[in-house]
């Protein structure tokens, strides 16, 4: 029987990520509240705003049910908003509050907006292990990431700084596949559970 993997819709990219799944070959649902939470194999967190995903979680009381999964090993991706709630630690996690609540799911320590000091939003083509061919990358006031973990991964850098990376069954990208047309990132998800 294949995986049904939930998309936090809470806010950000949601439908791009349920179509990019399809697309993919999987079945995809969107998650809103604890049972839907709890009725699915695997989870994608969007891009978007991770300080707003963070209230909402708070708001639904989702955090600590979300929590409670990834530490039980619920395969996860994330991309940018996603790949910072996914982290360890945040640096620069937003006003006191409104912060950004990292779940804990993979051993990284990323900086929100990193890229936005320099350049709010760029694309390019990069490397991705385990892909054949180069990716095509956007990033949108995107994450990167200053520390791994020794079980971590790094599946793809940018500007010196990992942008792609893998823990065991949790996935992060500081990019957007779910926005270029190229399914291939969301396949190795869907392909590895
Ligand atoms: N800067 C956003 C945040 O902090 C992420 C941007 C994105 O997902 N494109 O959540």
């Not at 596949?177 to 190795?188: A, C, F, N, Q, Y």
């Amino acid at each position: 029987m294949s995986a049904r993997i939930g998309v936090l819709a809470l806010q950000g990219d949601t439908r791009e990520h349920l179509a990019a799944l399809h697309e993919a070959g999987a079945e995809a649902v969107t998650v809103r509240r604890r049972g839907e939470l709890e009725s699915v194999d695997a989870l994608v967190i969007p891009g978007g705003e991770s300080t707003t995903m963070s209230l909402l979680l708070r708001e639904l009381d989702l955090l600590d049910p979300l929590r409670a999964r990834l530490a039980d090993g619920m395969p996860a991706y994330g991309s940018c908003a996603g790949m910072i709630l996914l982290a360890t630690e945040i640096l620069d996690a937003g006003a006191a509050g409104r912060q950004a609540d990292p779940l804990k799911a993979i051993d990284i320590t990323v900086r929100r907006n990193a890229f936005g000091r320099q350049v709010d939003s760029f694309e390019g083509d990069i490397d991705f292990t385990g892909l054949d061919g180069s990716v095509h990358a956007v990033f949108i006031r995107a994450p990167w990431v200053e520390r791994v973990g020794p079980d971590v991964e790094i599946l793809a850098t940018a500007a010196g700084h990992p942008v792609a990376v893998r823990q065991g069954p949790v996935l992060a990208t500081a990019f957007h596949p779910e926005i270029t047309g190229d399914r291939r990132v969301h396949k190795l998800f869907v392909d590895s559970l």
